[in-house]
């Protein structure tokens, strides 16, 4: 990396956190709505999350937008806000979310739409958005363009009742830990990695990084300490189903089936290099799941629930009606990561390799295409303006990403702030592809390759270092380690 060229992106992110408020907020009482609406089409549609064109062949369970709407006030008086949606896609399109905030704007002139949290819980049987991709000409097959039409309409009228629905309430947090998220990088002998690797290779020698099974999770209640909605944050995408050909929610669906003491947010932590695919130990699983009877969906829904009911109770002990709530969002200018000429050049090759191929093969064609247009134009967008809300809600942080993050930031973003616990949402607002660590970088394999990824080691360790500064900036002192100073009751 241009030294120079990093040392101004540094004074860009430092100068627009200077704007920001150091303050930790106030407290407010709360108010809370909550509402879910239904995003399945009706029609079959293109599948997202593969290189290859897969058209559904039906309807396993149906995908769902959720949202939660928070308000603090002071008597009448509104003090911050936030509307969270969470989504059975496979990641959200700025163009999308652009769309959906000048909708919401119009319909909801007393919500700032700069405060709307959209994130993906990232399944891959989920159906395309957008206008320039996977677009089936096929009769009877819905263009990804009438989706997300579909789509945004849906979510603007899931997002008004939320906020319509606003009331006194209250809010709880706890952890939990459940084993869900694997690390998906296998590491060989000569250091090259390889995602869902094979680990019976005489070669084989490690998985490549970490795992955190902590479970963060945020409870919203009712005047009445009833339950409306779990959000649960957890170090793993919804990709078990990732290959089949049926619209399906993946392990969410089976952890909302389970749980049904109010609505669910399903929140991916950082987890670009972590699954829930097993890459050893698997006959020894498989066993124990024909013993209880259950899919592996339903398996990792069992882990999941178990832990959001044990920790609900718990944390009823606490709920907080009044708190102090603040949200900041900005964007923080990232380097991009430079593509070499070393690299266009396997690109190139990669390409006349696949026009060689039978079948439709224009995914993976586009996927070195984009890489090939990233060098042509790199020098006059050296930048990538990350966008990033960080909250205080109470004692914990909640802070959001638009990547694949990888592993390692997450623990780095835990370990450095100040909260009691912060939950980290990837795959928000945007879809800025896999962001890896050098050690990934390092060692190659799809994730961690310039096609993967358009922000590298540089920026992601400016994002961790840029996003604890505003964490902690909502936080002068260190954390209590008990209960919040706001009203519980």
């Not at 956190?17 to 009706?42: M, R, Y």
């Not at 989920?126 to 089936?136: H, S």
């Not at 049926?246 to 389970?258: E, G, L, P, T, Y």
């Not at 398996?299 to 102090?324: G, K």
């Amino acid at each position: 990396m241009n030294q120079l060229r990093m040392t101004k992106i540094r004074l860009l992110a430092l100068g627009l956190l200077s704007l920001l408020p150091i303050s930790p907020g106030w407290a407010g009482d709360l108010h809370i709505g909550a509402a879910q609406v239904d995003i399945t089409p009706d029609r079959p549609v293109a599948l997202a999350g593969q290189l290859y064109t897969r058209i559904s062949t039906g309807v396993e369970t149906p995908v769902t937008a959720t949202a939660v709407a928070i308000e603090t006030r002071d008597g009448d008086r509104p003090e911050d806000q936030a509307i969270f949606v969470s989504c059975d896609l496979v990641g959200i399109r700025p163009d999308m979310a652009k769309r959906l905030r000048k909708q919401l704007s119009e319909r909801l002139p007393d919500f700032d739409s700069r405060k709307l949290v959209l994130s993906a819980t990232h399944s891959h049987t989920a159906p395309v958005t957008g206008y320039d991709r996977n677009a089936p000409t096929k009769e009877g097959v819905m263009p990804a363009a009438e989706y997300t039409d579909f789509l945004v309409n849906r979510l603007e009228d899931v997002c008004a009742r939320a906020w319509q629905q606003r009331a006194p309430g209250g809010v709880s947090w706890g952890l939990g830990h459940a084993v869900v998220g694997l690390n998906r990088r296998a590491v060989y002998a000569d250091g090259t990695a390889k995602l869902y690797g094979a680990t019976n290779r005489p070669d084989f020698r490690a998985i490549e990084g970490g795992e955190d099974h902590g479970l963060e999770l945020l409870y919203f209640w009712n005047r009445d300490r009833q339950p409306l909605a779990a959000a649960v944050n957890i170090e793993c995408p919804s990709q078990e189903l990732e290959h089949n050909v049926k619209i399906n929610a993946d392990f969410w669906h089976d952890v909302r089936q389970s749980w049904r003491d109010g609505l669910v947010l399903g929140w991916p932590a950082a987890c670009g290099d972590i699954t829930s695919h097993r890459l050893y130990r698997k006959a020894a699983e498989d066993r124990m799941l024909q013993l209880r009877g259950l899919t592996y969906t339903g398996e990792i829904s069992r882990r999941i629930v178990r832990e959001v009911r044990d920790v609900a109770e718990l944390t009823r002990r606490e709920i907080h009606t009044s708190l102090t709530f603040t949200h900041l969002v900005a964007d923080i200018p990232l380097p991009v990561r430079m593509v070499t000429t070393q690299e266009v050049a396997a690109a190139r090759q990669a390409i006349e390799a696949l026009q060689q191929k039978k079948g439709d093969q224009s995914l993976r064609i586009g996927f070195y295409q984009q890489t090939i247009k990233r060098f042509e134009t790199q020098d006059q967008k050296p930048t990538y303006n990350c966008p990033v809300h960080v909250l205080r809600l109470g004692d914990i942080a909640i802070v959001t990403n638009p990547f694949e993050l990888f592993h390692d930031y997450g623990v780095q973003l835990k370990g450095r702030s100040r909260a009691l616990q912060t939950f980290i949402i990837e795959l928000t607002d945007a879809s800025g592809r896999y962001l890896p660590t050098a050690r990934a970088v390092a060692g190659g394999g799809y994730s961690a390759t310039v096609e993967s990824n358009m922000v590298g080691p540089e920026g992601g360790q400016l994002l961790v270092d840029r996003t604890v500064e505003m964490i902690n900036s909502l936080w002068p002192a260190a954390a209590p380690t008990g209960k919040n100073k706001s009203e519980t009751h």
